[in-house]
């Protein structure tokens, strides 16, 4: 090693300058972990690990400026670190460590989804399923955050399918009964309610509704 200096604009991390080789860039505690210092000669195996032990540095950099934004799924950062290219046991083994960390968690990731989404853009338990699943969150993992959410908003999806047809009745109420009739069945069920549920709520709703 030629020499270890502050890395440009990244506190708390060193550049390895080595001779005949690319520079290594290394949190400093793992610099002093290592026992690396200058003048110091270093094999390539032990070269090799330390390359990897920076890359995965530099992966939990990159995921964890990621979930500064707000809370990801795993699926999320797996496909974040894809994108930057990192080699996939480097994005495995960075995921791993998150989920051991407690900052990756699925169930919680989806109970704090379903939160905004009841909040925001209520729907129905099976949009939240499948906009979950989409984000690659197991449906075992989807379900306890849902239900999670649902408790914690004291809510339940035939509350949350009254105050969205409501809403979007009310928006109906120049049309022609039997074309907004239609038009809210199909609007509910985009939002993911259950087809038994819209037609019970338009049933016993819908005259007063329009009235």
């Known amino acids: 090693m030629t020499g270890i200096d502050p890395a440009k604009r990244r506190a708390g991390w060193m550049e390895i300058r080595l001779d005949g080789a ?18 110091c000669g270093i094999p390539s195996e032990e ?7 920076a890359e995965r540095a530099e992966a ?15 699926r999320e950062v797996e496909l974040r670190l894809r994108r930057d290219r990192f080699d996939p046991r480097t994005i495995e083994a960075t995921v791993d460590r998150l989920v051991d960390l407690g900052y990756l968690d699925d169930q919680s990731f989806a109970a704090a989804f379903s939160r905004d989404r009841i909040r925001l853009r209520p729907c129905g338990v099976r949009r939240l399923r499948s906009e979950l ?29 009254d105050r969205v047809a409501a809403a979007r009745a009310a928006r109906l109420g120049g049309v022609e009964p039997d074309v907004a009739r239609r038009r809210l069945y199909g609007y509910l069920e985009r939002r993911g309610f259950a087809p038994a549920g819209i037609r019970a709520w338009v049933e016993s709703n819908w005259e007063d509704e329009t009235e």
């Open 60 to 74: 939990t950099r990159v995921a964890a400026r990621y979930l500064s934004a707000r809370p990801r799924s795993c």
């Open 133 to 161: 699943g989409a984000k690659g969150v197991a449906p075992n993992d989807a379900e306890a955050g849902i239900r999670t959410a649902m408790i914690e908003e004291e809510v339940s999806e035939a509350e949350l399918l």
């Open 22 to 39: 690319s520079p290594v860039v290394l949190p400093e505690e793992d610099v002093v972990r290592l026992g690396l210092i200058v003048g």
């Open 47 to 53: 070269l090799e690990r330390v390359r990897r032990i």
